[in-house]
């Protein structure tokens, strides 16, 4: 490219017609260096440098000239190494644009020592990019380029971008990582366990982890929840000397509002029967206390079909009705024997025990609807 003549050969008093035709004709040329032939924007901007002005594509190994300076380079396919120019000759400002559109890793790495955001290397995963700046004695990147991403599931490196699936968040049944050992466990998530896994309160299950306070790495202000295969829920902590505390069973409501607490099934469950009919209920457990609340959900519950009563629905077949509530039960019958829909005394309701079933037999005159709540 022609240098850009001085001000004085434009200028001089003395200069002839054929001096300023040939200043005029460096210009020129020096212009079209500067800004291209062709007097385009486009070319313009290409001609400059201009960050996006140009585009190329590369599917291999390649390294950068500094006539890419601005440039967008598109790594279409595959897995391979951008290398950088030395920075002192690529000179401060040096900028391109890097976009990885294939499937591949793209490794950029500077010339020799020289390093780039203080690392080695830099390496550019499938759908991320952004822009490469030069120092002068080395390079920084602007823009969307993918920090360091997590080596595998449960790499807790800090500062790493983690993958889908890591510690279990948005894994499916077989990919949430593994852990043989609870009480050892100090990173949070998501992780599987089975056979000899140590402080498991089951065989197989999954193990959400929580950390209460950043930076430890003893058992303190730890928190696990244990889902075993079983179905059942468990719950511990540790306290601050490190010891965990005994697994805790969590109740569970069962569809038919049943649960267990201290080994006890409780619960309530509620039957709508038509008059002259009867609901069953699979007792809960051998024996226990039945509730039962005749329409206690509308504006007029019946205190005279409602009461409590004891039963055993074991092999000797038992059931007692507290009396002790003056106006309640009045209409409310309990027997032994298997009762179908007219059995028991019209007007009244019927309560049986039968072998691991309580019955109820509505002939009130009426549907009704019954909440019985054992306990």
Request: negative net charge.
């Amino acid at each position: 490219m022609p240098a850009l003549p001085v001000a004085t050969d434009f200028t001089g008093a003395t200069r002839t017609n054929l001096q300023m035709k040939t200043t005029f004709s460096d210009l020129r040329g020096f212009l079209s260096g500067l800004l291209g032939a062709d007097g385009t924007v486009a070319t313009a901007l290409l001609t400059l440098g201009a960050l996006g002005a140009g585009q190329i594509d590369k599917a291999a190994a390649y390294t950068v000239v500094v006539g890419d300076r601005g440039y967008l380079i598109n790594a279409t396919t595959g897995t391979w190494t951008l290398t950088l120019p030395p920075a002192a000759t690529a000179g401060v400002g040096f900028a391109l644009a890097l976009r990885n559109s294939g499937t591949g890793n793209i490794t950029v790495d500077p010339n020799a020592a020289e390093l780039i955001n203080g690392a080695a290397t830099l390496l550019v995963r499938p759908g991320f990019g952004g822009v490469l700046v030069c120092t002068g004695t080395g390079w920084l990147t602007i823009g969307g380029f993918a920090g360091e991403v997590q080596s595998g599931a449960s790499d807790s490196t800090a500062n790493r971008l983690m993958l889908v699936g890591a510690f279990g968040w948005g894994a499916n049944d077989t990919s949430s990582p593994v852990t043989t050992d609870l009480d050892a466990l100090r990173t949070a998530g998501f992780w599987r366990f089975s056979t000899g896994a140590v402080g498991a309160p089951e065989t197989t299950g999954l193990v959400l982890h929580a950390t209460r306070n950043a930076g430890f790495t003893t058992a303190a202000a730890q928190l696990q929840m244990v889902f075993g295969s079983s179905g059942a829920i468990y719950r511990r902590a540790s306290n601050s000397g490190g010891t965990w505390d005994p697994w805790v069973t969590l109740p569970q409501i069962s569809a038919t509002g049943m649960t267990t607490l201290g080994g006890n099934a409780v619960g309530w469950t509620a039957l709508t029967i038509a008059d002259d009919a009867v609901g069953s209920i699979t007792l809960p457990r051998q024996g226990g206390f039945a509730a039962i609340t005749c329409n206690g959900a509308t504006a007029n519950p019946n205190p005279e079909f409602s009461g409590q009563v004891y039963f055993d629905g074991g092999s000797s077949l038992q059931i007692i009705k507290d009396s002790g509530l003056a106006g309640l039960s009045a209409n409310l019958n309990v027997v032994v024997t298997d009762v179908a829909g007219t059995s028991g005394t019209d007007g009244f309701v019927t309560v049986a025990v039968q072998a691991g079933v309580l019955k109820i037999e509505n002939r009130a005159g009426s549907t009704k609807t019954f909440q019985v709540t054992f306990s």
